[in-house]
């Protein structure tokens, strides 16, 4: 199978229209039910597309991870995490879980399916079956992001469930399991940067302000070296917020003032409202 949005991707980072490219080798309809409606044309046409595309075939051939399944599996995950919760709805609906032939895409499958139900329905007890569903799976092991993350969303159905012993426990196991998860894509960083700040929040919340000036500082480090923009008027937030908690007002001005900025950049509406009222109060 064809990696279709690379192949437009490339197609259209050459400048070439789908006339342009097709032209000598096979009518622009065809060209068109590939791009827009996944029909491929013959592997001879293919190959000669991509000849023109100064590409081999075998780059924009789908790995087992990019299957059209977990492709939107991924786009529902993002969506997730950016609280965009009626399109990871919108995707999560069209996925059959039988389609997820990968241990790591059904453990992602729940995780989606579990945080949707968390925060968007607000029934704890079917974000909790799928969070128990991927920590009892057999093959996945405490290294795997998965097990890490759906530790984390247990630590959130027990923190709105005012359980804090619970979520303590969770919470806490996450800083051991952090430390052999690495960055290596845009999934991995979205999932360890909100696993970062969903732990660094709890103890801001908790009024253990070393513990999560440290998860949060730690959170900034990595956002800023791999460009993880989304999630800096958060993080910068939360300090701001923690600075306030200790009457640093000065170090707290600084920290709003760029959860603002970031805020503003990123189109967070939420932070962007909030920092600003919290400005308010210590520059008047």
Same mark, same amino acid.
């Given at each position: 199978?064809?990696?279709?949005?690379?192949?437009?991707?490339?197609?259209?980072?050459?400048?070439?229209?789908?006339?342009?490219?097709?032209?000598?080798?096979?009518?622009?309809?065809?060209?068109?039910?590939?791009?827009?409606?996944?029909?491929?044309?013959?592997?001879?046409?293919?190959?000669?597309?991509?000849?023109?595309?100064?590409?081999?075939?075998?780059?924009?051939?789908? /790995?087992?991870?990019?299957?059209?399944? @977990? #492709? &939107?599996?991924?786009?529902?995950?993002?969506?997730?995490? +950016? !609280?965009? $919760?009626? /399109?990871?709805?919108?995707?999560?609906? @069209? #996925? &059959?879980?039988?389609?997820?032939?990968?241990?790591?895409? +059904? !453990?992602? $499958?729940?995780?989606?399916?579990?945080?949707?139900?968390?925060?968007?329905?607000?029934?704890?007890?079917?974000?909790?079956?799928?969070?128990?569903?991927?920590?009892?799976?057999?093959?996945?092991?405490?290294?795997?992001?998965?097990?890490?993350?759906?530790?984390?969303?247990?630590?959130?159905?027990?923190?709105?469930?005012?359980?804090?012993?619970?979520?303590?426990?969770?919470?806490?196991?996450?800083?051991?399991?952090?430390?052999?998860?690495?960055?290596?894509?845009?999934?991995?960083?979205?999932?360890?940067?909100?696993?970062?700040?969903?732990?660094?929040?709890?103890?801001?919340?908790?009024?253990?302000?070393?513990?999560?000036?440290?998860?949060?500082?730690?959170?900034?480090?990595?956002?800023?070296?791999?460009?993880?923009?989304?999630?800096?008027?958060?993080?910068?937030?939360?300090?701001?917020?923690?600075?306030?908690?200790?009457?640093?007002?000065?170090?707290?001005?600084?920290?709003?003032?760029?959860?603002?900025?970031?805020?503003?950049?990123?189109?967070?509406?939420?932070?962007?409202?909030?920092?600003?009222?919290?400005?308010?109060?210590?520059?008047?």
């Amino acid at each position: 199978m064809f990696n279709i949005e690379k192949f437009i991707q490339i197609r259209k980072s050459k400048n070439l229209s789908q006339t342009q490219l097709c032209k000598g080798i096979c009518t622009q309809a065809t060209l068109s039910k590939f791009e827009n409606e996944g029909q491929p044309p013959s592997f001879k046409i293919m190959e000669k597309l991509c000849i023109r595309l100064g590409i081999l075939t075998g780059d924009i051939m789908l /790995r087992s991870d990019e299957t059209p399944a @977990s #492709i &939107k599996l991924q786009k529902a995950a993002i969506a997730c995490i +950016q !609280a965009n $919760f009626t /399109r990871a709805y919108d995707l999560i609906s @069209s #996925i &059959k879980e039988e389609d997820l032939l990968r241990v790591d895409d +059904q !453990a992602l $499958f729940h995780l989606v399916v579990g945080i949707y139900a968390l925060f968007y329905n607000r029934d704890q007890v079917k974000a909790l079956f799928n969070f128990n569903t991927i920590l009892t799976n057999p093959l996945i092991e405490e290294d795997n992001i998965y097990y890490a993350l759906a530790t984390t969303a247990c630590g959130l159905v027990y923190e709105e469930r005012h359980d804090y012993e619970k979520a303590e426990e969770n919470y806490s196991q996450i800083q051991k399991l952090l430390v052999n998860i690495k960055v290596t894509n845009k999934m991995s960083l979205f999932q360890v940067l909100w696993m970062l700040y969903q732990t660094g929040e709890y103890y801001g919340k908790r009024n253990n302000i070393k513990e999560s000036n440290y998860l949060l500082r730690y959170a900034y480090q990595i956002a800023s070296q791999y460009n993880g923009t989304f999630f800096m008027s958060r993080i910068l937030y939360r300090l701001g917020m923690n600075m306030v908690g200790h009457g640093k007002n000065h170090q707290a001005i600084q920290y709003l003032r760029d959860a603002h900025a970031f805020a503003r950049f990123s189109h967070n509406q939420y932070i962007l409202t909030k920092a600003h009222q919290e400005l308010n109060k210590l520059e008047r």
